[in-house]
């Protein structure tokens, strides 16, 4: 299952324990700064380093594996998000250039769009920080399809 947290709690959590081997949780910034400029916000909704802190901590203890999902853009670009990853300790974080949807996000891209060379910039400043976990995309693969192990 792959989330934003906003529907996860405590109960549903546990109902999901035993059924649900792995849960993905999308994690962009720390911060709600951040996360509304990306969208990541509802009136109800306002993630934040401590929300996903929390959230790691309750699915962990249901015995489920925790992965992490991040997409790279302009308004997450200078995080230091691996301090944060590194604190929930996925087995996974996966990390994915943000790329144009056709019909889903091209009004306004260009206040996320991000270069390559940005991209691979801040995969290696985070990897450091949450070095076991990385997994970012090979150059050879479709951007649509880059995802591997760690250097």
Same mark, same amino acid.
């Given at each position: 299952?792959?989330? *934003? ?10 109902? +999901? ?17 951040? *996360?509304? @400029? ?10 934040? %380093? ?5 959230? @790691? =901590? /309750? ?9 992490? =999902? ?5 308004? *997450? ?6 301090? +944060? ?8 974080? /996966? ?21 390559? %060379? ?7 400043? =985070?990897?450091? +920080?949450?070095?076991? %976990? ?6 050879? +693969?479709? %951007? ?6 760690? @250097?």
């Amino acid at each position: 299952m792959v989330t *934003n947290g906003s529907l996860l709690t405590q109960r549903t959590i546990a109902e +999901l324990s035993g059924a649900l081997e792995i849960c993905a949780l999308s994690v962009d910034s720390g911060s709600v700064k951040t *996360n509304e @400029a990306i969208g990541r916000c509802s009136k109800t909704f306002r993630p934040e %380093a401590d929300y996903y802190r929390n959230l @790691a =901590n /309750k699915i962990r203890a249901e015995g489920m594996r925790l992965k992490i =999902n991040t997409v790279v853009n302009r308004q *997450n670009l200078s995080e230091n998000l691996g301090e +944060l990853v590194a604190t929930l300790a996925p087995f996974r974080w /996966k990390l994915f250039q943000v790329k144009k949807v056709i019909a889903q996000n091209e009004r306004g891209f260009d206040g996320f769009a991000i270069s390559t %060379a940005e991209f691979d910039e801040f995969v290696n400043r =985070n990897r450091r +920080l949450a070095v076991k %976990a990385v997994r970012a995309p090979p150059h050879h +693969l479709p %951007a649509a399809l880059r995802c591997a192990p760690p @250097a």
